[in-house]
C-alpha cells in the first residue's frame, strides 16, 4: 500500500489549502485513514480521521471548525479542507492509513497506522 499526499504549499494566514492523498497499489485493504502533522521541534500531532465506511470524522482539538476530512471512496482519495490558516498550522503533513478496524478512541494515535505518505508541506506565512 503506497499513500501519495499533495497539495502543500505556501499560504497567507486567514488562507485556506485543501490537500489531498491517494492509496495506491498492493492487496491490502484500509480500513481507516488519517492526517498528522509535525512542525519543526514538535511532536507528530493528530489532525483528523475517518473509516471508509463512512460516520463521522474526528479531529484534533487545534483544527476543529476550521478542517474539514472528506473522502473519495470510488477513487481512494481523502482530502483535507483547511481554512482560517494560522502560522501555527505551518508543518509537513502526512496521510496515514491502517487495515485495522479502530474503535474511535485509538484514531488519534500514530501507533495506530501501518502506513504513511511521504509528507506535503504546508508553510502560513505573510
Known amino acids: 500500500v503506497q499513500l501519495q499526499a499533495s497539495g502543500g504549499g505556501l499560504v497567507q494566514p486567514g488562507g485556506s489549502l485543501r490537500l489531498s492523498c491517494a492509496v495506491t497499489?498492493?492487496?491490502?485493504?484500509?480500513?481507516?485513514m488519517a492526517w498528522f502533522r509535525q512542525a519543526p521541534g514538535k511532536e507528530r500531532e493528530f489532525v483528523a480521521a475517518?473509516?471508509?465506511?463512512?460516520?463521522?470524522?474526528r479531529y484534533g482539538d487545534s483544527v476543529k471548525g476550521r478542517f474539514t476530512f472528506s473522502k473519495e471512496n470510488a477513487k481512494k482519495t481523502i482530502h483535507l479542507q483547511m481554512n482560517s490558516l494560522t502560522p501555527e498550522d505551518t508543518a509537513v503533513y502526512y496521510c496515514?492509513?491502517?487495515?485495522?478496524?479502530?474503535?474511535?478512541?485509538?484514531?488519534?494515535?500514530?501507533?495506530?497506522?501501518?502506513?504513511w505518505g511521504q509528507g506535503t508541506l504546508v508553510t502560513v506565512s505573510s
Open positions: 496515514a492509513a491502517t487495515s485495522r478496524g479502530l474503535i474511535v478512541s485509538t484514531m488519534g494515535f500514530a501507533d495506530s497506522y501501518d502506513y
Open positions: 475517518n473509516r471508509w465506511s463512512g460516520g463521522s470524522a
Open positions: 497499489g498492493g492487496n491490502s485493504r484500509t480500513n481507516v
